[in-house]
């Protein structure tokens, strides 16, 4: 597994009803489509895609992101950079989660000032200005990867609304 290939399922989860194809993921994620192709491909070896890929196991992908991202992909704040909110700083936990400190994933057009968190796929802040959906789930995915005890449990429990219906 790479890291854009969790954007890339949470992205097929997001258009499972949505007739989408590998081309509209690679434009709407700004990655090309060949990095689809082969994500998809090991995404189904792993047994996290099934009906010849256009499913997620939600039960495995959560599985996946509850015991595996923060030690397969973990990461640590960094310097204060302009950015995009993510983990507490973005909603839906920003609503919960009162702090004096910002994480942000760095981007040129962000517009709060932040400790840097990078992104799991540099493309990342460009789909997420096009899908408020996809930001929501990176950013409560971040909030695994970089979080304290109360707002991983509190990512979990909304992450596990959203994935597991």
């Given at each position: 597994?790479?890291?854009?290939d969790v954007?890339?399922?949470?992205?097929?989860?997001?258009?499972?009803?949505?007739?989408?194809?590998?081309?509209?993921?690679?434009?709407?994620?700004?990655?090309?489509?060949?990095?689809?192709?082969?994500?998809?491909?090991?995404?189904?070896?792993?047994?996290?895609?099934?009906?010849?890929?256009?499913?997620?196991?939600?039960?495995?992908?959560?599985?996946?992101?509850?015991?595996?991202?923060?030690?397969?992909?973990?990461?640590?704040?960094?310097?204060?950079?302009?950015?995009?909110?993510?983990?507490?700083?973005?909603?839906?936990?920003k609503e919960?989660?009162?702090?004096?400190?910002?994480?942000?994933?760095?981007?040129?057009?962000?517009?709060?000032?932040?400790?840097?968190?990078?992104?799991?796929?540099?493309?990342?802040?460009?789909?997420?200005?096009?899908?408020?959906?996809?930001?929501?789930?990176?950013?409560?995915?971040?909030?695994?990867?970089?979080?304290?005890?109360?707002?991983?449990?509190?990512?979990?429990?909304?992450?596990?609304?959203?994935?597991?219906?």
């Amino acid at each position: 597994m790479r890291p854009q290939d969790v954007v890339i399922l949470i992205k097929v989860l997001l258009e499972e009803d949505r007739n989408w194809t590998q081309v509209s993921l690679a434009r709407e994620l700004f990655m090309s489509q060949s990095e689809i192709s082969e994500s998809l491909s090991r995404s189904r070896y792993a047994r996290l895609l099934y009906d010849r890929g256009r499913k997620v196991a939600r039960q495995s992908f959560m599985d996946l992101l509850e015991y595996g991202i923060p030690f397969i992909f973990p990461q640590h704040p960094g310097n204060i950079v302009r950015g995009i909110p993510t983990g507490h700083s973005a909603s839906p936990l920003k609503e919960e989660i009162l702090s004096e400190e910002h994480y942000v994933w760095p981007y040129a057009k962000g517009y709060v000032r932040g400790q840097g968190v990078l992104p799991l796929y540099h493309s990342v802040p460009q789909a997420v200005e096009l899908d408020k959906q996809l930001y929501e789930m990176l950013a409560l995915i971040d909030a695994l990867r970089v979080g304290k005890v109360r707002e991983k449990n509190l990512a979990l429990e909304l992450l596990k609304k959203r994935i597991l219906l």
